[in-house]
């Protein structure tokens, strides 16, 4: 069985702090995926990375695969209040598409 | 993008009853849909992997015989919580995929026993 551990599980900062999210685990992922989810909603994909060592960005957040495609990070940039929510890592095994995720990060921005 | 729906978005039952909820694909044919619940405070856990026109793929601890999954066309799972009990109370959600790429998530469907 694939685990993946992430950390912290909660997070409260102030509004234009910086956080980072990690995702790590002992297996090899084909790709790994970062989701948010708002309460009571289903998650909602943020991003996929799939070579080692890649980098994406997407506004005020970065994600980035490590080189041995076993772990993740997310790291915003001044974060605001609508940042707040649920971030989940996912990753995908090798063979078929059934994910593995991450215990959560909830994340609070405090304005 | 594609859209995935969950029906009903919430219900209420009393304990010892079934209840059914739906899971559409609503722009694309899912070749597969994933059922997930998730209690309150907690990471999604996976209870079983549908492919269309087969017998569902359930997770080490999921009673087959509680959680019955139907999926019958390529855009229709369905996940039957047979003699609810209180401890079936969670939020359950579904995604879909058309291929090995991304998976698509329903917005879920909050399940209350009483």
């Known amino acids: 069985t694939q685990l993946l551990e992430q950390s912290p599980q909660f997070l409260s900062i102030q509004e234009g702090e910086n956080l980072t999210v990690y995702c790590n685990s002992s297996s090899v992922f084909s790709s790994l995926q970062w989701y948010r989810q708002e309460p009571g909603e289903g998650p909602v994909l943020l991003v996929t990375v799939v070579t080692g060592g890649e980098v994406k960005k997407l506004k005020r957040l970065t994600f980035q695969f490590g080189d041995a495609r076993k772990d993740s990070s997310l790291h915003i940039t001044a974060a605001q209040p609508g940042d707040t929510g649920l971030y989940l890592c996912?990753?995908?095994?090798?063979?078929?598409?059934?994910?593995?995720f991450g215990g959560g990060t909830r994340v609070l921005v405090k304005p | 993008g594609a859209v995935v729906s969950q029906h009903p978005s919430r219900v209420i039952c009393k304990s010892g009853t079934s209840v059914k909820i739906e899971c559409r694909s609503l722009d694309f044919q899912a070749t597969t849909m994933f059922w997930y619940r998730q209690f309150p405070k907690q990471s999604l856990m996976l209870m079983a992997t549908?492919?269309?026109?087969?017998?569902?793929?359930?997770e080490q601890g999921v009673e087959k015989d509680k959680f019955l999954i139907n999926h019958a066309s390529l855009t229709l799972s369905t996940l039957t919580v047979t003699s609810a009990h209180p401890e079936d109370s969670s939020f359950y959600i579904c995604?879909?995929?058309?291929?090995?790429?991304?998976?698509?998530f329903g917005p879920g469907t909050r399940l209350t026993v009483t």
């Open positions: 995604s879909a995929t058309d291929g090995p790429d991304e998976q698509y």
């Open positions: 549908s492919n269309e026109g087969s017998k569902a793929t359930y």
């Open positions: 996912a990753g995908a095994e090798a063979a078929g598409n059934k994910l593995t």
